[in-house]
């Protein structure tokens, strides 16, 4: 008796280990499920002051040295074509002193044989020996 009644208690202990094994594995699997469907909030303390005036003159500073990298570079921009203008005003300079000092040449070799032709001329008109040379003044 005391056999069968040891044994009705290992059977209603086996059934409740058993029963609570099953309860603690719900149990689990829910509390599982609840955690990955929760979300993490995180709160940042973003009580940190933004040095605005810092970041104003960084970017400033920034900008000022383009600014000044631009100017720098149309000056020497600048210089170089103004460079290549002057020596090409300087060609053309002495171009025209040349082409000006050929017309003085030229005119002054036209006066001479103006002045050659004229005294040809005379020459003729004072041949009193050449009757036919009149006709071809």
Request: net charge negative; aromatic share 6%; charged share 30%.
């Amino acid at each position: 008796m005391n056999k069968v009644e040891l044994e009705a208690k290992v059977d209603a202990l086996t059934d409740e280990i058993n029963f609570l094994r099953s309860l603690y594995e719900a149990e689990l699997r829910e509390l599982q499920s609840q955690i990955s469907d929760t979300s993490v909030v995180l709160s940042m303390d973003n009580s940190r002051n933004l040095d605005l005036d810092s970041i104003i003159a960084e970017v400033k500073a920034q900008y000022e040295d383009i600014a000044n990298r631009s100017r720098a570079e149309a000056e020497s921009w600048y210089q170089s074509k103004y460079e290549a203008l002057q020596v090409t005003a300087g060609k053309h300079g002495d171009d025209l002193r040349n082409t000006k000092n050929e017309i003085s040449e030229i005119n002054r070799m036209i006066q001479r044989l103006q002045g050659e032709i004229e005294n040809a001329k005379a020459q003729v008109r004072s041949c009193l020996c050449f009757p036919a040379a009149e006709q071809w003044i």
